[in-house]
């Protein structure tokens, strides 16, 4: 199973296209967790289309067009709502036995600023996502805004406490375990965002959290970089890749 995220960058344009294909085409994910896109269909330049037997669920973020979507190959998926955050966090419950011998949950997270900052809405998301985590195993991706993997004291980028302390509530109240710093373990955190102004900078703020029963199957996971990419968006793929179930 793999599993990717990405955040498009304002859904793309005319001369910006063609997301949903390359990453298809490209990295070949079963799990696509897209952020800042518009559904295939809306999407300027766009040829692929999910097919009938495949999952898919997208909303927009408020007024905006474009907003979050998820992609399952081949897969089940029943749409979940979370109350306040409909386009920022979009998602469902997943079925397929070749992937997890249990259902599971998956949401796509754009984290939005809100009114209490990034770090106080990502708590207030994480309290709606948490009645949900006895029904089935939970997998959260996307770009979340802040940091998603402990920094080491080395890093370029100070750790802020409200960081630490969600990825503590991430580890201890929900279980799950950032798959790039389980799967490349004692390393500065990778770039995921290469902000316009400051494309130097490291901000690692695009991952993949999935269940600590997973970590056994988890193969690797990385950043995807390259010039076709950076044409595409300031974000960089990441990519997880696990063992069957």
Same mark, same amino acid.
């Given at each position: 199973?793999?599993?990717?995220?990405?955040n498009?960058?304002?859904?793309?344009?005319?001369?910006r296209?063609?997301?949903?294909?390359?990453?298809?085409?490209?990295?070949k994910?079963d799990?696509?967790?897209?952020?800042?896109?518009?559904p295939?269909?809306?999407s300027?330049?766009?040829?692929?289309?999910?097919?009938?037997?495949?999952?898919?669920?997208w909303?927009?973020?408020?007024?905006?067009?474009?907003?979050?979507?998820?992609?399952?190959?081949?897969?089940?998926?029943?749409?979940?709502?979370i109350?306040?955050?409909?386009?920022?966090?979009?998602?469902?419950?997943?079925?397929?036995?070749?992937?997890?011998?249990?259902?599971?949950?998956?949401f796509?997270?754009?984290?939005?600023? %809100?009114e209490r900052?990034?770090i106080?809405?990502m708590?207030?998301?994480? +309290? #709606? !996502?948490?009645? /949900? =985590?006895g029904?089935? *195993?939970?997998?959260?991706? %996307?770009?979340?805004?802040?940091?998603?993997?402990?920094?080491?004291?080395? +890093? #370029? !980028?100070?750790? /802020? =406490?409200?960081?630490? *302390?969600?990825?503590d509530r991430?580890?201890?109240?929900?279980?799950?375990?950032?798959?790039?710093?389980a799967?490349?373990?004692?390393?500065?955190?990778?770039?995921?965002?290469?902000?316009?102004?400051?494309?130097?900078?490291?901000?690692?703020?695009?991952?993949?959290?999935?269940?600590?029963?997973?970590?056994?199957?988890?193969?690797s996971?990385?950043v995807?970089?390259?010039?076709?990419?950076?044409?595409?968006?300031?974000?960089n793929?990441?990519v997880?890749?696990?063992?069957p179930?």
């Open positions: 199973m793999r599993i990717v995220t990405y498009f960058l304002r859904a793309g344009s005319l001369k296209c063609g997301h949903w294909s390359r990453v298809i085409r490209s990295l994910p799990l696509l967790l897209a952020q800042e896109c518009r295939p269909q809306g300027p330049g766009e040829r692929f289309r999910h097919g009938q037997r495949d999952g898919f669920a909303q927009s973020a408020g007024t905006r067009d474009w907003g979050s979507g998820l992609f399952a190959r081949s897969a089940s998926l029943v749409p979940i709502a109350p306040d955050y409909n386009g920022w966090v979009v998602g469902g419950q997943i079925r397929n036995s070749l992937w997890s011998e249990r259902p599971f949950i998956v796509s997270v754009h984290g939005p600023a %809100g900052g990034y106080r809405t708590q207030h998301i994480l +309290d #709606r !996502i948490a009645p /949900l =985590r029904r089935a *195993d939970l997998v959260l991706g %996307g770009d979340f805004n802040i940091a998603v993997g402990y920094r080491q004291p080395r +890093d #370029r !980028i100070r750790m /802020l =406490r409200g960081e630490r *302390d969600i990825l991430l580890t201890k109240e929900f279980e799950l375990v950032s798959c790039w710093q799967a490349n373990p004692n390393r500065p955190l990778a770039q995921t965002l290469r902000w316009m102004g400051n494309a130097s900078t490291p901000y690692h703020c695009d991952g993949i959290f999935v269940p600590r029963s997973w970590l056994p199957r988890l193969v996971c990385r995807v970089r390259g010039s076709r990419w950076n044409e595409l968006s300031d974000h793929p990441v997880a890749e696990f063992t179930s």
